[in-house]
């Protein structure tokens, strides 16, 4: 199965996103890659060559890839889940990568700077693929923004999965590490992060 993440914009949290769901469903058994397409900053790759310099961690397989294409036509056969972590910005690499999956995420902050063009995004997407198309809420600042930003997303037809990921400097400080924004050092952040990987676990496996 491919799973893509895919924005408009960068800075809303996709990568972090990637990464976490790689390696939570990694920890529940599944053979997952992590195609990070981001050849020229290659982030999520090299947070997995963190990881593994962990030995208290459970390491994340990920390979590079110049081009989303390369990563659809790649031999992915030995894994049940192929995890794409697109590009910073909309392309025809982000189309190829939604039409290939099964599932599309869509990360988006609550602010309106964000909604905007992720919301564009999907409303591009949709109306040239045939998978499903997923929002999750990334770097909201209360209920209250997070409850609007849902509504607003809905009401347009689209699904948002349940939860959302606090702006919250114990993420970046994890993700630095090689950590998931699962494994921060604080609860309260690890429950929001597992309310948002427990959504998207539950769909993946319905799929």
Request: net charge negative; aromatic share 6%.
């Amino acid at each position: 199965m491919l799973v893509s993440l895919v924005s408009q914009k960068g800075g809303v949290g996709k990568s972090s996103l990637a990464r976490t769901l790689a390696a939570e469903f990694t920890k529940h058994g599944w053979d997952t890659l992590l195609a990070d397409t981001d050849y020229q900053q290659s982030t999520s790759f090299r947070w997995c060559e963190r990881r593994k310099s962990d030995n208290t961690l459970r390491s994340v397989e990920s390979r590079l890839f110049r081009l989303v294409s390369d990563a659809i036509r790649a031999d992915n056969s030995d894994y049940d889940l192929v995890i794409l972590d697109g590009a910073p910005q909309s392309s025809k690499g982000t189309l190829d990568a939604a039409r290939a999956s099964t599932l599309t995420i869509i990360p988006t902050g609550t602010s309106v700077d964000d909604l905007e063009p992720a919301i564009k995004l999907a409303n591009e997407l949709s109306g040239e693929v045939d998978s499903k198309i997923v929002f999750v809420l990334m770097k909201s600042t209360s209920d209250f923004q997070e409850r609007e930003s849902r509504e607003t997303i809905e009401n347009l037809g689209f699904t948002v999965l349940g939860g959302a990921i606090p702006m919250k400097s114990g993420y970046i400080e994890a993700l630095d590490k090689g950590f998931a924004l699962t494994e921060t050092k604080y609860d309260s952040l690890n429950s929001a992060a597992s309310r948002v990987m427990q959504s998207a676990i539950n769909l993946i496996g319905e799929m």
